[in-house]
Each structure stands twice: as structure tokens, then as C-alpha cells.
């Protein structure tokens, strides 16, 4: 079955930089388009970043754009989000969600990985 | 960016009575390709979102047939037809149209 697992979370300084990681498994990831969305503690839901399935193609929300870097290794079935001049409201736990090709869903969703942005 | 608007925000129901939340975006949804990528997603307590319903009506695989959704254009609704206690959680609506991808606020489900 489809397996999402986030790691790399952690408290970390304003201005300062972080890696966080997607592990998949269960199914061709290298076939997939994929999602990072983010929700602040006790708030709703905001889409982050989409990458294609051979990286040619990637958007990005106005609120991360230039800070935040998506990008996937097909070969370890891995999706990343380098997270770089970090603020307080970078402060959510984020999701690595994947897409229901051609639909235009996310149809899983990883458990998600808090990242607290604070001095 | 399209904004999401959902009502009500929050929903208290009786066990095996109907709920319904409804879904606004301040632009139609209807893509280029004539597709309309409007889903909705449901997040109980301490879990990730889960996918209900995909381009407006489409149950996702393994929803349970209670769930149903509707509509066109601007306005859409997700439906219960009999509220069980697992569905307590928040119901949100995003739509995919045109990026950036955007959600509702979220309605929070909850037995009377």
C-alpha cells in the first residue's frame, strides 16, 4: 500500500535553513506527480509546492516562492523541501501528499512532520 | 489566487441524521481542458487529510457511499446522507484549477 513517511523536522532559529524528507513507498514514484501542503498547529490547510514526476516542471505558493526549494530523487523514491531564510510563519507541520494523475487530487496524504520556526 | 469559502464552519449532527457544508470559490473552477478540479478532503482528530470526492462527485476508492458530491461552476456541496461517529473530524474543499492551490477554512463535524 501507499507509504508517505516525513522526517527531518525540528525546532530551528529565524533566518536559518532546514531539510525536511518524504520516504515513499507502494507504488511508482518515479511515475508520480507530488505535493507538500502545510498546516499550521490547530489551522487550516495551505498548498506549498508541486513538483512533476521528472522535476521539468514545479510551482510554487507566493508565500514560500524563493525561499523554499522542492525537489525529488527517483532513484531513492525520495521527495525533499530545503526550507531556507525560515520565519515564524513557516511554523506548521507539512504533509507530502501525492497526486491522482490526471485529476488533480491528492489522493495520500503523509502523517506530516512539524517544523517550529522560533528563537 | 481563488479564494475558498465554506459554510458552515462548524456542523453539530445527530447520529444517522443528513449534514451537508457547502463550498464557494470566487472564480469559476472550470479549467482549460473543461475539467472541473474541485475535491474534498476529511481530517480526523490527530490524522493527515484523507481524499473523499474528486472532480466535484467522484468517490475516491474505498469512501463510503454515503459521502456524495455536487455542483457546478462557482458553488459545490458535500453530502452525508447518514452521519456515523467516524466521521467526525474537518471536511475541507480544495480546488486545483489553477495554481496556487487553494482550500477552504475547513467545517468541523461533530456529533450532538
Known amino acids: 500500500q501507499v507509504q508517505l513517511v516525513e522526517s527531518g523536522g525540528g525546532v530551528v532559529q529565524p533566518g536559518r535553513s532546514l531539510r525536511i524528507s518524504c520516504a515513499a513507498s507502494?507504488?511508482?514514484?518515479?511515475?508520480?506527480?507530488m505535493h507538500w501542503v502545510r498546516q499550521p498547529p490547530g489551522k487550516g490547510l495551505e498548498w506549498v509546492a508541486r513538483?512533476?514526476?521528472?522535476?521539468?516542471?514545479?510551482q510554487y505558493a507566493d508565500s514560500v516562492r524563493g525561499r523554499l526549494i522542492i525537489s525529488r530523487d527517483n532513484s531513492k523514491s525520495m521527495l525533499y523541501l530545503q526550507m531556507n531564510s525560515l520565519r515564524a510563519e513557516d511554523t506548521a507541520v507539512y504533509h507530502c501528499?501525492?497526486?491522482?494523475?490526471?485529476?488533480?487530487?491528492?489522493?495520500?496524504w503523509g502523517q506530516g512532520i512539524l517544523v517550529t520556526v522560533s528563537s | 489566487d481563488i479564494v475558498m469559502t465554506q459554510t458552515p464552519l462548524s456542523s453539530g449532527v445527530t447520529l444517522g441524521q443528513p449534514a451537508s457544508i457547502s463550498c464557494r470559490s470566487s472564480?469559476?473552477?472550470?479549467?482549460?481542458?473543461?475539467?472541473?478540479?474541485l475535491s474534498w478532503l476529511q481530517q480526523r482528530p490527530g490524522q493527515p487529510p484523507r481524499l473523499l470526492i474528486y472532480?466535484?462527485?467522484n468517490r475516491f476508492s474505498g469512501v463510503p457511499d454515503r459521502f456524495s458530491g455536487s455542483g457546478a461552476g462557482t458553488d459545490f456541496t458535500l453530502k452525508i446522507s447518514r452521519v456515523e461517529a467516524e466521521d467526525v473530524g474537518v471536511y475541507f474543499c480544495?480546488?486545483?484549477?489553477?495554481?496556487?492551490?487553494?482550500f477552504g477554512q475547513g467545517t468541523k463535524v461533530d456529533i450532538k
Open positions: 501528499a501525492k497526486d491522482l494523475g490526471g485529476a488533480w487530487a491528492l489522493d495520500h
Open positions: 507502494g507504488f511508482p514514484f518515479s511515475s508520480d506527480v
Open positions: 513538483i512533476s514526476h521528472d522535476s521539468t516542471s514545479i
Open positions: 472564480q469559476s473552477l472550470v479549467n482549460r481542458d473543461g475539467n472541473t478540479y
Open positions: 472532480q466535484i462527485s
Open positions: 480544495m480546488q486545483a484549477a489553477q495554481f496556487p492551490w487553494t
